[in-house]
């Protein structure tokens, strides 16, 4: 920079900057001519270097002896470019000054705006962006680091020997990691912390994690960080979520979490705490937070409502595009605070809104999510560490499949008409308070689809897709189960839920505790309450929610998913599609359906055509009508000027003057005084107008009356215009809560006089189902085709008539060959297949399945059998028949013989065959095994035997 006493203006201005940074971050600032090194820590101006290093624009003292150095540059010049220049200075300390180390470790390069810090005891030192410069007391604890000699030796690592002559560095220990050994740990979690480890050895700042939803992402950050602090000596580490149940599902994964090499619970070892006020102690190892506290606590605010933490605008497809927030700086949680940071469920937008939040903190970001969209590659630097679809998932057992099923009614595709003819009434209630009052339409009313639970309740539209469900979905999916199996619906609304929570009771004929709705206006209990009860307890069988269970939260005996909403967003869209994948312990989803075999699938249930809509990868920026009305108020009273935003103001102003009554209209001019919404609208419109803010712009910069403003200038001229707009919605904040009240209030029909019709045609499968069964169907046969000869099962069915009886050793080598990859086919998939495609051929398709239904899948794909029934089944008709021949033939068996057949029945069911030996087994052995049956069968014995073999096996 240039010496003391230039002119140069904008060096001066940044010096001002630097100075206040400084200041902040704990440095005293001082002239050299006034230099005072008792002081604790200092930041000397214009300090004489070494012959041939010139002056450092700042020298840093800790304790008296300097430890770095800050090159000063003029704004709008890169960092970079100076880095020379820095290692020149760290390079030039006087030989008589102390240090203690040289060359000097710190060097900054600011421009008051901008500020890079590059760490010289780092392994590979790299110039890296900071908010703001590191306190004092930070270097400190940095320069009394161990040595990375002196760390392994106490921490266990992996090397013998290494660096003993400076303090060691997180990203020196990084690198000295011993090998990830985690015994027992499912493959994908181990692949997923070594790749970690590597991005982390590489000095990767950011990395993504894609993991599919419900494979286990947080014990994976539980794990990985487990190693970073005990390996890698991170000093703190955040998990940072953006709802608060999330922040209680990880506690719980942190508190039962085990360590791999000595099996101690992680919160023995190490102090976890859940932000639930504004204090971060000063022991805790591990910090969970949502982000919404985090930035409250940044900002110094003493407490922070717990209800903005209990749910997330992105959740929902209607999220406001708004400028990241404002962060200031926080001496108690300076940038260098964290160490680690792992981001939860970051597909969201938490670093569009929230961006600034996570870039105030000078710490690697590791980021989990299952649906990245394109922005999220961008904000991770496209350093993706690890992707585990949910296809592998699926084949590595660690997912389970899902089938679609649709339902289509002419109401939900086409709308209605209800005729203004005499009697008709229609129902029409108050959205604030759900009050209904009847009249007679002056005129039709014609409604579409998509008016549907906004303006228009359909009441037989939901009572049609709740029969058909009850009637048909679960017959024709789950012919099997008494009990309904657990089901999620997606509403459009809170009071959509309402009408869908009434409906269903009414058509099950079943009580409260049947159907519950889950959402964040439920009163009397916690969201999370109500979310255990779901998972855990046998009621509610059906929970109806908006968006409360969309995302992130772990209901694993959830087996239908179900749409009566549509979604934009295709990242959303996957997480609600999401709380079905999750495998469960078949005993523990007995303990709450107890019908059921075991989690093979799920079924979505799509009643709106989500599963075939277009869907965003990510929420549209520019005047999105979903943007809610509150939030657009918001964006104007905060001073905002967007011009997006207040074309969608001015419409949905518009929208509300149009269907204001007498009386709401005298309630606005009495705030206004006399003002009106359409007035308001104009304006609005008309400051945003293309043509106008041209015009303004030439009129401020004096431009000739063809010249085309530049986009700055127009911004610069437009801005007086649109906030003299706006100012009515600024300075009135009755008004602002008036149009949010009269927005709420008005009503919506309720149609109880269409009636409403299944389009036979379009319900059931979909037709990807269809698809994809009839792919893996042709792949199996095809399978069996090419490999008649190779395979010992395979060699049997296609030599007919049969040589010998099929082993179930030959079975079991067919079912291995059929399950490994790259097909990982498994008897259940392959059984659904077939019921998709020849529904009224097949049996028992949401039964178990036992091994030896391979039996059956190949003899039906053969087209030996004519149609397709558990071999079990088979064997039990079998056995009825061969009994009542035996009786026709005059043949009789007592009681006592007719136990023990049965029993040989079953064994043949399960394992093809059952000979002499199996008589030292259960259930035999339970009954006397051999001894008792050669007494009760005598010399027949093995004939029966030889018999039942020939009559019942395949």
Request: charged share 30%; with cysteine; hydrophobic share 40%.
């Amino acid at each position: 920079m240039s010496p003391t006493g230039s002119k140069n203006a904008p060096e001066a201005k940044a010096r001002e900057k630097i100075d206040a940074l400084l200041e902040e971050a704990g440095w005293t600032v001082q002239d050299r001519d006034e230099m005072n090194l008792t002081v604790p820590a200092v930041a000397v101006r214009e300090f004489k270097l070494e012959k041939g290093h010139g002056f450092a624009d700042y020298l840093l003292f800790v304790d008296g002896r300097a430890v770095g150095v800050c090159e000063a540059k003029p704004a709008g010049v890169p960092v970079r470019n100076v880095e020379v220049q820095a290692k020149r200075y760290v390079d030039g300390l006087p030989l008589a000054l102390e240090a203690p180390h040289k060359p000097l470790p710190f060097a900054y390069i600011s421009t008051g705006e901008e500020t890079a810090f590059i760490n010289h005891l780092d392994p590979l030192p790299r110039t890296r962006e900071v908010f703001t410069f590191h306190r004092p007391e930070t270097l400190r604890e940095w320069l009394s680091a161990d040595t990375l000699d002196e760390w392994l030796k106490r921490s266990g690592g992996f090397y013998t020997k290494a660096d003993d002559t400076k303090p060691s560095t997180l990203r020196a220990r990084l690198r000295a990691m011993p090998p990830v050994d985690l015994p027992g740990m499912w493959p994908n979690k181990v692949k997923a912390v070594t790749n970690i480890e590597k991005s982390l050895f590489d000095d990767r700042p950011r990395s993504l994690i894609q993991m599919a939803t419900g494979t286990g992402k947080t014990l994976l950050a539980v794990t990985a960080l487990y190693r970073l602090i005990k390996f890698g000596g991170a000093r703190r580490v955040l998990f940072l979520v953006d709802r608060a149940n999330l922040g209680e599902q990880a506690e719980k994964e942190f508190q039962g979490f085990r360590t791999p090499d000595d099996n101690r619970k992680f919160t023995e070892l190490y102090s976890v705490q859940r932000l639930t006020s504004n204090t971060i102690g000063s022991s805790s190892k591990v910090v969970i937070s949502t982000i919404q506290r985090l930035y409250s606590t940044l900002k110094g605010e003493p407490d922070f409502d717990p209800e903005q933490e209990a749910h997330t605008r992105f959740d929902s497809d209607d999220v406001s595009a708004k400028e990241p927030l404002p962060v200031v700086y926080n001496k108690a949680i300076p940038p260098e605070f964290f160490d680690i940071i792992f981001i939860d469920e970051c597909h969201r937008s938490i670093y569009s809104l929230w961006r600034q939040v996570l870039e105030y903190f000078d710490a690697h970001l590791l980021g989990l999510t299952a649906t990245p969209a394109k922005h999220t590659y961008g904000f991770f630097h496209g350093n993706v560490v690890m992707e585990y679809p949910h296809e592998q998932a699926v084949a590595d057992g660690a997912n389970v499949n899902f089938d679609v099923y649709k339902i289509r009614t002419k109401i939900t595709a086409r709308g209605s008409t209800v005729d203004a003819s005499p009697g008709v009434m229609l129902g029409y209630r108050d959205r604030l308070t759900r009050k209904v009052r009847w009249a007679a339409p002056d005129e039709d009313v014609s409604y579409t689809g998509s008016d549907l639970d906004k303006n228009v309740v359909a009441i037989d539209q939901i009572r049609l897709i709740i029969r058909t469900f009850r009637d048909k979905v679960l017959k024709e999916t789950f012919p099997e189960r008494k009990e309904v199996p657990k089901t999620l619906i997606f509403a459009k609304d809170d009071s959509h839920a309402e009408d869908i929570v009434r409906i269903v009771r009414e058509e099950f004929g079943k009580g409260n505790e049947f159907a519950s709705k889950i959402t964040y206006k439920v009163t009397g209990t916690k969201p999370a309450d109500l979310i255990q009860g779901f998972r855990n307890s046998y009621y509610p069988r059906v929970a109806v929610t908006v968006d409360l269970i969309a995302t992130g939260t772990d209901i694993k005996p959830v087996e239908i998913v179900m749409f009566m909403r549509t979604v934009k967003s295709r990242v959303l869209f996957e997480q609600m599609k999401g709380r079905g994948v999750r495998v469960i312990n078949p005993d523990e989803l007995r303990a709450v359906t107890p019908d059921a075999k075991a989690k093979t699938r799920f079924l979505i249930i799509d009643c709106v055509g989500v599963c075939e809509a277009k869907l965003a990868d990510t929420k549209p920026l520019e005047k999105n009508p979903s943007v809610p009305l509150k939030d657009l108020l918001e964006h104007v009273a905060s001073g905002g000027t967007n011009d997006d935003h207040l074309s969608s103001l001015a419409g949905r102003i518009a929208r509300i003057d149009k269907q204001c009554g007498p009386e709401d209209t005298k309630r606005i001019a009495e705030v206004t005084g006399g003002m009106t919404l359409s007035e308001i609208a104009s304006r609005l419109l008309h400051a945003v107008d293309p043509d106008v803010q041209d015009e303004e712009a030439r009129k401020v910069f004096h431009l000739p009356q063809d010249a085309e403003p530049t986009d700055e200038q127009v911004k610069q001229a437009t801005k007086p215009l649109k906030l003299a707009a706006t100012k009515p919605l600024m300075g009135m904040p009755e008004l602002r809560k008036l149009l949010i009240e009269l927005r709420q209030k008005f009503e919506q029909i309720v149609d109880e006089v269409s009636i409403d019709t299944l389009i036979e045609e379009q319900t059931g499968y979909s037709a990807e189902a269809k698809e994809r069964a009839q792919s893996l169907v042709q792949s199996f046969e095809q399978f069996l085709k090419e490999h008649m000869d190779e395979i010992e099962a395979l060699r049997f069915f296609y030599s007919v008539p049969h040589k010998r009886r099929l082993k179930y050793k030959d079975i079991k080598a067919l079912a291995d060959a059929i399950s490994s990859p790259p097909r990982s086919w498994t008897p259940d998939a392959l059984w659904r297949a077939y019921e998709t495609l020849e529904k009224s051929k097949v049996r028992g398709a949401s039964a178990g399945r036992l091994l030896t239904d391979v039996v059956s899948l190949v003899r039906f794909a053969l087209h030996q059998d004519g149609e397709l029934v558990p071999h079990a089944e088979r064997v039990l008709a079998r056995f009825e028949n061969w009994f009542a021949q035996q009786a026709n033939k005059g043949r009789k068996f007592t009681d006592e013989q007719r136990r023990w057949l049965e029993m040989m029945r079953d064994h043949i069911a399960t394992s093809l065959e059952v000979e002499i030996d199996d008589f030292d087994l259960s259930p035999f052995t339970n009954e006397g095994g051999l001894a008792r049956a050669s007494k009760v069968f005598g010399r027949d014995l093995h004939a029966v035997v030889r018999e039942l073999n020939e009559v019942l096996a395949a």
